[in-house]
């Protein structure tokens, strides 16, 4: 018997020494998990995961940002990647002009500017251009450029610019390579053309559709006194009789006769911006009369000091007159 009595007590004293290395176990948990203090709804907090952020962060050009150039910023053309485009090295010609060019060339303003990021906002003759032989940019690579940044930054794709620049897995693109990338708009530009496209669509065309300019805002020869003075509007190559349109909406503030102008109407449009109509054959609108952009308030005549029937269209704010064509 004294022989089981010792097991027994053998058993017993190793059942309470692992019951109390369980207890102990238990409380490091319980004490590693639950606060000492505070109440139950505390106790079921949720502590927020706090992530590091990087000191410098990489901040990609939205999509659409016109950014201003500067020198320096000029496309070298020896370093075009593509094969397959060919981009014209040409010279302006006296006569020649921005929109002459882009015409000729079947492009636009914005495609010129695309391959020439630091163009001026007046040509001058025998100013260098790069032609472009389809609407789109010329890109210089920059440190840090991938081919997806470039796509996201243009809102082209990666496979478009492969293929028109014949890259591939093997061949890729290093910093200062020229891309062509195709019908999107240029992101860099001068401020002067900046200035120009955020002012552009103000005001519409008032006869409805672009006309041929007679005289446009600036200095010139009266054709009838023949004195030197500055032509404060456009002249509008128009036929007797045709429509004129309020080029925005505003307030009918004169209609009449006035001087050189013959029949005249005056619109006040907002933000001190006035706009005149001359040299009308017939006046609809009305002294007091509300209207919007695109309301027929009148008919081209020749009346005033005048040689033949045209519309004189002006844009003033402030009383200064300014050049109608940087806003229409």
Do not use: C
């Not at 940019?137 to 243009?154: C, E, H, M």
């Not at 429509?243 to 907002?270: E, M």
Request: hydrophobic letters at 40%.
């Amino acid at each position: 018997m004294s022989f089981f009595n010792r097991r027994v007590g053998l058993f017993l004293l190793l059942d309470a020494a692992i019951l109390l290395a369980l207890m102990g176990i238990f409380a490091a948990v319980n004490h590693a998990f639950v606060p000492a203090q505070g109440n139950l709804n505390a106790n079921l907090q949720i502590t927020p995961t706090v992530v590091a952020i990087p000191q410098t962060l990489t901040v990609r050009k939205p999509l659409g940002a016109t950014l201003e150039s500067k020198p320096g910023d000029e496309i070298n053309i020896q370093k075009l990647v593509s094969k397959s485009v060919k981009v014209l090295n040409h010279k302006i010609a006296l006569g020649e002009n921005y929109w002459i060019l882009a015409k000729n060339n079947n492009i636009d303003i914005m495609t010129l500017i695309g391959g020439n990021p630091t163009l001026p906002f007046k040509a001058k003759i025998n100013q260098d251009l790069l032609i472009l032989p389809r609407k789109g940019v010329l890109y210089s690579v920059q440190k840090g450029d991938d081919l997806k940044k470039i796509a996201d930054t243009f809102g082209s794709d990666v496979k478009t610019l492969k293929d028109e620049n014949g890259l591939s897995w093997w061949k890729g693109i290093h910093e200062k390579d020229v891309l062509f990338i195709p019908k999107v708009k240029p992101l860099l530009m001068s401020k002067e053309w900046i200035d120009y496209f955020s002012k552009r669509g103000m005001f519409g065309d008032p006869l409805g559709r672009w006309a041929k300019i007679n005289s446009p805002y600036s200095y010139r020869t009266d054709p009838i006194t023949g004195e030197v003075r500055h032509h404060n509007g456009v002249d509008l190559k128009a036929k007797y009789g045709d429509p004129v349109y309020s080029a925005s909406g505003g307030k009918v503030t004169f209609t009449g006769v006035s001087g050189g102008y013959g029949n005249l109407i005056i619109i006040a449009n907002g933000n001190a911006y006035t706009t005149y109509y001359g040299h009308l054959s017939k006046i609809y609108a009305k002294t007091g009369q509300k209207v919007r952009r695109g309301v027929l308030i009148g008919r081209v005549g020749a009346t005033g000091r005048v040689t033949g029937p045209h519309l004189h269209f002006e844009i003033r704010k402030g009383n200064k007159p300014l050049d109608p064509l940087l806003y229409i």
